[in-house]
């Protein structure tokens, strides 16, 4: 008897230690962090203007960043979906700081810009101040409103 537990000892001691050192070599993969980029890709609800909560207006104000920095401009209407309709613009981070985003190249509008100062940039939040900029031909100007997104997709 004494010669089975032995035995058995011998051979549980090191399939539980294998077991365990096998286990411990399954993590779930590390996380890799992501960047700023990989964040703000996909489509962002506004959910505030200036202090206000634009969440109980009639419209939605969606921006839908892409990755290959195409982005659409959106005003969404749920009680007249046929008068939905979106600008398309490009984007890109004004420097390797990833910090200021900038909006141009609007069809309909090609001497202004938009830059958005990011301030948070979370996998469902985005705050920060919009600021256009304009030259209409006479005197240019800017304009900045803070703004509070929620990401919808």
């Known amino acids: 008897m004494v010669m089975i537990k032995k035995s058995i ?3 549980v001691i090191p399939i539980a230690l294998g077991s365990f050192m096998f286990l411990d070599g399954c993590k779930e993969d590390e996380v890799v962090p992501k960047t700023q980029t990989d964040l703000l890709i996909g489509d ?3 959910t505030e203007i200036g202090g206000d909560d634009y ?3 009639d419209e939605s104000l969606i921006f839908k960043f892409k990755s290959s920095g195409d982005l659409q401009f959106c005003y969404e ?3 007249t979906p046929a008068d939905n309709y979106c600008y398309g613009a490009k984007w890109k981070w004004q420097d390797s700081n990833e910090k200021i985003i900038i909006i141009d190249q609007f069809p309909s509008d ?3 810009e938009f830059k958005i100062d990011v301030v948070v940039l979370t996998e469902t939040n985005l705050e920060g101040t919009l600021t256009s900029t304009y030259d209409d031909g006479g005197t240019p100007g800017s304009y ?3 703004f509070k997104f929620v990401k919808i997709n």
Request: proline share 6%; charged share 15%; net charge negative.
């Open 9 to 11: 000892r011998a051979a």
């Open 44 to 46: 962002w609800e506004v």
């Open 55 to 57: 969440t109980q207006s």
């Open 77 to 79: 209407y749920d009680l």
């Open 110 to 112: 090609p001497t202004g």
């Open 144 to 146: 900045s409103q803070s």
